[in-house]
């Protein structure tokens, strides 16, 4: 092992780690041959558009759908081109709208939360517990008898406690829609997330595990819930995929909007698929490799795993005791050449963090009339929608002593043992 200058960098002394992580776009910088091959096919068969072209080709996005549903183990795959949208599309599959309230947890991508206020419904937001994922106990303190879904999201990688959080659901009647977004590939005792829920959203965005740069799926097992999310998602559903006619049964095919993946989309993503548990397995070992030579620090407390084998592990996360330590230990850790951030700061805007939602926090809709939060069918069920930045206490306390790292798969042993390296030094000097 190098010799390590005790003296902190922060304060002066020489730096653990001179060169930068690969960023982090895990199946991003994986895109090579296999990619252009599949986009090659489609150009060269001039067939961009997935229900029809010059000539008979069979269709990636078509193919992609095939591919994922049984990867993640779901009768049915609907390609979109975003999770933004198939979120939507899933909420609005299972019935929610006008009236209803979905619980969503304060710690998520914005766009949980906006997908609920588009599907025209009231979000409830909700903690986070030690594993960052919502808290099983908040959620179900929040169920009104307007409660008509929850979205658990496996938020960072991580798996949701789906033991509980479907026996709540299951016990109070309400619909669950996983947000898989930042964890395509993990999974809960044995079974891949995004086959728990009623109907569920990935991503396929460039941030994410593999990705299209766009582009997202819905899964389930319920033809119902294909149906519509199937009808919304495309206006002409009542053309596809192969017919032309009148719905075969009440609430299969109503006015939509367009949320179709192109088949340059579906061509990069049934690549980047095939690479999936590859990149899992190598963020997997890099993880272990670092988190095994700081196990024994005194003073972090790792963040709690609801099952430590379904763990995409596209980072660690660690809690210290306190906001000031950890925004210190944050500062230390760059200044030793660690690319490592405490997640939440007053101030600095995240759209990670309920309390920068300002949009839900002052209730901002697209028309003066206030819909949904007006909306009729919610104030005559007695709903009224409040949100403070300091509703949800545990999960800003949480967040503000959160240090966090990327792991991305291209890291080499070298990047995970200096990274370890410099958590000991700085841990030795400011816990
Ligand atoms: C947890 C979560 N949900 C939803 C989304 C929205 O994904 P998209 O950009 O594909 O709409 C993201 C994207 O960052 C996310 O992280």
Request: overall charge negative; proline content about 6%; charged content about 25%.
């Amino acid at each position: 092992m190098a010799l390590v200058d005790e003296k902190l960098a922060i304060d002066g002394g020489t730096p653990v780690k001179t060169t930068k992580n690969p960023p982090m776009y895990p199946g991003g910088l994986e895109i090579g041959e296999e990619e252009k091959a599949e986009i090659l096919e489609v150009l060269e068969h001039k067939y961009l558009f997935r229900y029809y072209g010059p000539a008979d080709f069979p269709s990636k996005v078509r193919q992609l759908e095939v591919e994922f549903a049984k990867l993640i183990g779901m009768e049915y795959a609907l390609a979109v081109n975003s999770c933004t949208s198939a979120l939507i599309c899933s909420l609005v599959a299972v019935g929610v709208g006008p009236g209803d309230e979905v619980i969503v947890p304060g710690y998520t991508f914005f766009a949980s939360c906006a997908a609920i206020v588009a599907a025209k419904a009231i979000p409830v937001i909700a903690e986070v517990d030690d594993s960052l994922t919502l808290d099983p106990d908040d959620f179900e303190k929040k169920i009104t008898p307007r409660t008509k879904a929850v979205i658990p999201v496996h938020m960072r990688g991580v798996p949701c406690d789906m033991d509980r959080i479907m026996a709540i659901a299951r016990k109070h009647g309400l619909k669950v829609v996983e947000d898989v977004a930042q964890a395509c590939g993990g999974s809960y005792k044995g079974k891949r997330l995004g086959s728990f829920g009623d109907c569920n959203a990935f991503s396929l965005q460039y941030h994410k595990i593999i990705t299209a740069g766009e582009g997202g799926m819905v899964l389930t097992n319920d033809q119902l819930l294909y149906d519509r999310a199937q009808a919304y998602h495309d206006t002409a559903a009542c053309w596809r995929p192969d017919r032309f006619g009148l719905p075969r049964y009440e609430g299969e095919v109503f006015p939509g909007v367009n949320f179709r993946m192109s088949e340059l989309h579906g061509a990069v993503a049934l690549a980047q698929l095939r690479k999936l548990d590859g990149l899992l397995a190598k963020m997997r070992e890099k993880k272990k490799r670092i988190k095994d030579q700081i196990a024994d620090i005194p003073g972090i407390t790792f963040r709690r795993l609801n099952d430590e084998a379904g763990d995409t592990a596209i980072c660690l996360i660690f809690f210290l005791k306190d906001g000031e330590t950890t925004k210190r230990f944050a500062e230390a850790l760059r200044a030793e050449g660690v690319e490592a951030g405490c997640i939440y700061s007053e101030g600095v805007p995240d759209w990670h963090i309920y309390a920068h939602w300002k949009m839900i926090m002052d209730k901002v809709t697209a028309t003066p009339e206030g819909c949904p939060y007006t909306c009729h069918y919610y104030t005559e069920r007695g709903g009224k929608a409040e949100y403070s930045p300091d509703m949800c206490p545990r999960t800003i306390d949480y967040l503000s002593r959160t240090i966090h790292l990327d792991i991305p798969p291209q890291m080499t042993d070298e990047d995970c043992d200096l990274t370890a390296i410099a958590i000991r030094k700085v841990a030795k000097a400011l816990l």
